[in-house]
């Protein structure tokens, strides 16, 4: 595979943009996506492909909201495998999948980066952003002194 991407990367990045749009309403829209990208085993391997992307997709919709979030886990973990599996038999792919990876992020306004999870939080607030953020007397400015 291409020095130029980590393909781990890559490929866990594409399984989150995947597994995300699953439960969106921009799933379609990734699933057309990934038609060209898959193609490039065949079309009988595109099907295949796209047979198994349709089952885990079911698996979100299928779950209840409670169940939801695990369920995204556990599919964003299977298609890692399937992602890492396609891209070891077509490893010339991989920028292709970069780039969808980008272009999903674009579209669906979810910028790579960190992730926040706050817990036991009560009487706080957690504010988490890459702007400056303005409210009454309150100012942040990312990477600014005040």
């Avoid at 792919?93 to 817990?119: F, I, M, W």
Wanted: net charge negative; hydrophobic share 40%; charged share 25%.
């Amino acid at each position: 595979m291409t020095d130029a991407f980590n393909v781990v990367e890559v490929v866990t990045s594409g399984a989150g943009v995947l597994a995300a749009e699953m439960a969106r309403s921009g799933w379609q829209g990734a699933r057309d996506a990934m038609v060209g990208f898959f193609r490039r085993g065949g079309d009988e391997t595109a099907r295949e492909e796209l047979r198994v992307l349709d089952l885990r997709h079911a698996r979100v919709l299928d779950s209840t909201e409670t169940d939801r979030e695990a369920v995204l886990e556990e599919v964003r973990g299977m298609l890692a495998i399937q992602l890492a599996a396609f891209l070891q038999k077509y490893p010339d792919a991989v920028t292709e999948l970069a780039a969808l990876v980008r272009e999903r992020e674009k579209e669906s306004g979810t910028a790579p980066g960190a992730k926040l999870t706050a817990h036991s939080n009560s009487n706080s607030q957690v504010i988490m952003s890459g702007h400056s953020i303005t409210g009454g007397s309150f100012t942040y400015r990312p990477g600014s002194d005040q």
